[in-house]
């Protein structure tokens, strides 16, 4: 071993030519090893984090085109529920009256009532509305005495309305001469003209 490290110390860099044979396959053997280990951390380390990365683009680009390829199978099925959609919208539209009918619409709550033998105590529509994304909703504030009967005949006769009306916040309690009083808000609404929608989509 001395032997050997002796022999080490004494060779010159310069003649290396002249190494003996084993010592030349040592040395080359560890040259070898640096350039490898040399070569994955300045190029290859760069190239295989790269790599890795086209990978997972690679596998991003695969999903993304799998959700595509349903869709575009599922377009027909899709354009068809999507005609059901605005279809059954406009149905909806058609059962909000317009600022000139909201009027009207008042008049039928109240002829509801009436025409069950209701009393009005109060019929008070706010005093103002409350603007939506495409419609406006009117809170009226009622209270009626009669009979269980005539009462949920009128709830009935409300909810049958060719225009949409829901009745909120329901109270009854006994009133007098074994009447009773009912209490709600009836919320009525309708859609927005040309002009309130330009509002609306201003304002956002």
Do not use: C
Not at 81 to 106: G, N, T, W
Not at 112 to 127: D, I, N, S
Not at 145 to 164: E, K, M, N, P
Not at 180 to 195: H, M
């Amino acid at each position: 071993m001395n032997d050997l490290l002796m022999e080490l110390r004494q060779l010159d860099i310069n003649q290396a030519g002249n190494w003996p044979a084993p010592i030349k396959i040592g040395a080359l053997v560890i040259l070898f090893i640096a350039i490898v280990i040399a070569g994955h951390f300045l190029v290859w380390q760069e190239q295989t984090d790269m790599l890795e990365k086209i990978r997972a683009e690679e596998e991003t680009l695969k999903n993304t085109y799998l959700i595509k390829k349903r869709s575009a199978v599922n377009l027909p099925a899709l354009r068809v529920q999507l005609e059901e959609i605005e279809q059954s919208l406009s149905a909806m539209l058609k059962q909000l009256p317009d600022k000139s009918e909201m009027e009207a619409l008042l008049i039928d709550i109240n002829q509801a009532g009436l025409g069950r033998g209701l009393q009005f105590e109060l019929f008070k529509p706010a005093e103002k509305e409350t603007i939506n994304a495409f419609y406006a909703e009117l809170p009226v504030s009622i209270r009626v005495t009669g009979g269980y009967h005539d009462i949920g005949a009128f709830a009935s006769d409300v909810a049958r309305l060719s225009r949409i009306v829901t009745l909120n916040d329901i109270a009854i309690v006994p009133g007098a001469d074994g009447k009773l009083v009912f209490d709600a808000i009836a919320k009525t609404f309708r859609y927005l003209d040309e002009e309130e929608l330009a509002k609306q989509v201003k304002g956002k």
